[in-house]
């Protein structure tokens, strides 16, 4: 289906740069590939952000969900060719795990505060608000629970709210999670 939006059309290069950047997954792979990148450097502006625990503690809440929920709600309904299975093991599987992994056996710990998780929503609630007005416009939405069209404001709403009490939730769970590594690891750098 080919959804005219001003002089473009989803099938034009831009169009279809636009939706793959307005997948959750993909930018979060992407803030996990930026923090990866910084605490590799060993120094500067980057390293100094990606190293802090609650930076690393927000990334692990963010890929985490991106891991639940295409488990949960999403893998049922993709059929990807043999490359794109690929990817989405890549992007939904092997990702999250080495970020878990590395975040719990080598990151430092401690220091996350009490109102940390409820901060850690500005990037998903930005998504949510990208993805309802750049979904107003282009009639696309990149996942169907916030498809408007189809489940109307009410439930998309509805299921915005859930989300988001599912990434505080998880949230305070990885806060949790990281003091009591630090017991056992203080923080470094």
């Known amino acids: 289906m080919n959804y005219a939006i001003g002089i473009h059309s989803l099938d034009d290069v831009p169009w279809r740069t636009i939706r793959f950047i307005s997948f959750f997954t993909i930018l979060s792979n992407m803030l996990v590939l930026t923090a990866s990148l910084g605490i590799a450097m060993g120094s500067g502006r980057l390293h100094a952000w990606a190293n802090k625990p609650g930076t690393r503690g927000a990334i692990t809440v963010y890929i985490l969900v991106v891991a639940i929920i295409f488990h949960l709600l999403l893998s049922h309904m993709v059929h990807p060719s043999p490359l794109g299975h690929w990817g989405n093991r890549l992007a939904h599987q092997f990702v999250p795990f080495l970020w878990v992994a590395c975040w719990l056996g080598f990151a430092p710990h401690g220091g996350i505060d009490g109102r940390a998780p409820i901060r850690w929503l500005g990037y998903p609630g930005a998504f949510g608000g990208w993805t309802l007005i750049h979904g107003a416009e282009s009639q696309w939405y990149p996942y169907p ?33 990281d003091g009591r590594l630090a017991r056992w690891r203080p923080t470094r750098g």
């Open 145 to 177: 629970f916030l498809n408007v069209i189809h489940l109307g404001w009410i439930f998309t709403l509805r299921n915005m709210a859930l989300i988001a009490l599912f990434f505080v939730a998880l949230g305070y769970l990885i806060r949790w999670i």
